[in-house]
């Protein structure tokens, strides 16, 4: 997986957004399973103000004693789900995204080992739970949202995993990682084809 990773993003040029906002950096957590990897979620605390009870990647908002986003990602993913920053690789960035909070976010993609023990933080966190990656490859979509951001359209995939609806910023961060990793063609700008 290191190598996919590796070589596949080692061109990819993360989109930067010249925007001035509240700055927060995420991680994308892949597994490194031989022949299945995953991806790694968080369902959020439902008593959380912003976000609350959504599908998210562990991550959160750049402290002042953060030197820079990577250092805020693994800070975050080891107070929400006891992500030791030791036991990921971080490869590269991918494109920033914009929350509808008005917070500009930059995920990163780590690899972590497959058999990691990871707990819940109950105060930010409701559950942990992973996706093959191999689930979203056919784009198996339960819906598409429409968003309207800087003078575009944007036509977000929702997924279904279970109980779990991975939408929304989530999606855009996931569908970038899809595109740049395994050329899964999901085109945001055009409604898919039905």
């Not at 369902?43 to 959504?54: A, D, M, T, Y």
């Not at 036991?87 to 990163?108: D, F, H, K, W």
Request: proline share 9%; with cysteine; glycine share 6%.
């Amino acid at each position: 997986m290191r190598e996919l990773l590796t070589r596949r993003l080692a061109n990819y040029a993360p989109r930067q957004l010249a925007l001035d906002y509240p700055e927060a950096g995420i991680l994308l957590p892949v597994t490194d399973a031989p022949g299945n990897p995953e991806i790694v979620f968080t369902l959020r605390s439902p008593n959380l103000s912003v976000h609350s009870g959504q599908v998210a990647f562990p991550g959160g908002k750049r402290d002042l004693s953060d030197r820079t986003l990577v250092e805020t990602a693994l800070r975050e993913s080891h107070e929400e789900i006891g992500l030791e920053p030791g036991r990921v690789e971080i490869i590269a960035p991918l494109s920033q995204v914009m929350s509808r909070y008005g917070i500009l976010v930059t995920p990163y993609v780590g690899l972590v080992p497959h058999d990691i023990s990871l707990a819940a933080n109950p105060d930010e966190i409701e559950s942990i739970f992973r996706v093959p990656i191999e689930f979203f490859l056919t784009d198996p979509r339960e819906r598409t949202d429409t968003i309207p951001f800087l003078d575009q359209t944007y036509h977000i995939p929702c997924y279904r995993w279970g109980r779990y609806e991975i939408w929304g910023l989530s999606a855009v961060v996931l569908v970038d990682f899809l595109n740049a990793v395994y050329d899964a063609g999901i085109d945001l700008l055009e409604p898919p084809v039905a």
